[in-house]
T-cell receptor, first 113, second 114 residues
Framework: KQEVTQIPAALSVPEGENLVLNCSFT??????LQWFRQDPGKGLTSLLL?????REQTSGRLNASLDKSSGRSTLYIAASQPGDSATYLC????????????FGTGTRLTIIP | KAGVTQTPRYLIKTRGQQVTLSCSPI?????VSWYQQTPGQGLQFLFE???????NKGNFPGRFSGRQFSNSRSEMNVSTLELGDSALYLC?????????????FGNGTRLTVT
């Protein structure tokens, strides 16, 4: 059974700093990994999708990496801004059996102005 | 382009009742999937529909069911509601399925069971 873990559960950093969010998964047989952000009371916004054959994806100030063999992904946010404050979730699709998306429990990020 | 629309936004029901939630995907998207989000269990996959057929199903009891119409709009039904069904129900659409294309989520329906 796939399990996805995100540590820490909460993180506060001053505005302008670069930061890294971590995601680990127990079964490396994944089809892809996605990063999302969720604002309070809202749905999820897709940030980046990395296919299993890829090592990283970039979008603006965001860079996500994937190391399938070690079961890890990181989301790097450059020059953080108060608007980046949200909960960040990673999710994987396993490439066997039921193709359900398994989510981590998220990291609640607060950027301090 | 309009985003994913979920109705209603809030719902209060009593135990034993049944409820229907609606989801309109982004135009052109053929896949719709449903998720339950609770503080204790986090986000859990319910089911995915593609071209009116259920393609994948999570580990939820038969009280949870869904369907997709020819215009890709989807409904989710929960019968014989229990207190533990109180949650935020999220719908997501994607172009060809969650395996190959990014998911676009609606803002959810907040269901409270009393």
């Amino acid at each position: 059974k796939q399990e996805v873990t995100q540590i820490p559960a909460a993180l506060s950093v001053p505005e302008g700093e670069n930061l890294v969010l971590n995601c680990s998964f127990t079964d490396s047989a994944i089809y892809n990994l996605q990063w999302f952000r969720q604002d309070p009371g809202k749905g999820l916004t897709s940030l980046l999708l990395i296919q299993s054959s890829q090592r990283e994806q970039t979008s603006g100030r965001l860079n996500a990496s994937l190391d399938k063999s070690s079961g890890r992904s990181t989301l790097y946010i450059a020059a953080s801004q108060p608007g980046d404050s949200a909960t960040y979730l990673c999710a994987v699709i396993s490439n066997f059996g039921n193709e359900k998306l398994t989510f981590g429990t998220g990291t609640r990020l607060t950027i301090i102005p | 382009k309009a985003g994913v629309t979920q109705t209603p936004r809030y719902l209060i029901k009593t135990r034993g009742q049944q409820v229907t939630l609606s989801c309109s995907p982004i135009s052109g998207h053929r896949s719709v999937s449903w998720y339950q989000q609770t503080p204790g269990q986090g986000l859990q996959f319910l089911f995915e529909y593609f071209s009116e057929t259920q393609r994948n199903k999570g580990n939820f009891p038969g009280r949870f069911s869904g369907r997709q119409f020819s215009n890709s709009r989807s409904e989710m039904n929960v019968s014989t509601l229990e207190l533990g069904d109180s949650a935020l129900y999220l719908c997501a659409s994607s172009l060809v399925g969650q395996r190959n294309s990014p998911l676009h989520f609606g803002n959810g329906t907040r269901l409270t069971v009393t």
